[in-house]
């Protein structure tokens, strides 16, 4: 069982920076896929970014491609989201999840087993 823990959210202004973090409980390995997804009030969660844990198969939506960046700190077992330039459709729920198994598509939330809890970003213009 891997329990993700979603933090860094919060209030900013268009064109500025926000870091999220997401803490897993335990050491998920090389196979595993890791994500970040987003949902805005009255739309379905949408894909973000996803990477593996070793680094590898890293993608993007369209939308924030060149703004915002996953990455990872495996001895922390934590993966963050970069997020600059944002704008206020970025405003959202944003949760990170885990894909234990590494199969389906890595866009769709059905993929994934694990969530975290969320964290709320709000961009003002």
């Known amino acids: 069982q891997v329990q993700l823990v979603d933090s860094g959210g919060g209030l900013v202004q268009a064109g500025g920076s926000l870091r999220l973090s997401c803490a897993a409980s335990?050491?998920?390995?090389?196979?595993?896929?890791m994500a970040w997804f987003r949902q805005a009030p009255g739309k379905e969660r949408e894909f973000v970014a996803t990477?593996?844990?070793?680094?590898?198969?890293?993608f993007y939506t369209d939308s924030v491609k060149g703004r915002f960046t996953i990455s990872r700190d495996n001895a922390k077992n934590t993966i963050y989201l970069q997020m600059t330039s944002l704008k206020p459709e970025d405003t959202a729920v944003y949760y990170c999840?885990?894909?234990?198994?590494?199969?389906?598509?890595?866009?769709?939330?059905?993929?994934?087993?694990?969530w975290g809890q969320g964290t709320q970003v709000t961009v003002s213009s």
């Open positions: 990477t593996r844990w070793n680094g590898g198969d890293t």
């Open positions: 335990q050491r998920t390995f090389s196979q595993h896929r």
């Open positions: 999840a885990v894909d234990s198994n590494y199969s389906g598509t890595y866009w769709s939330p059905g993929t994934y087993e694990y």
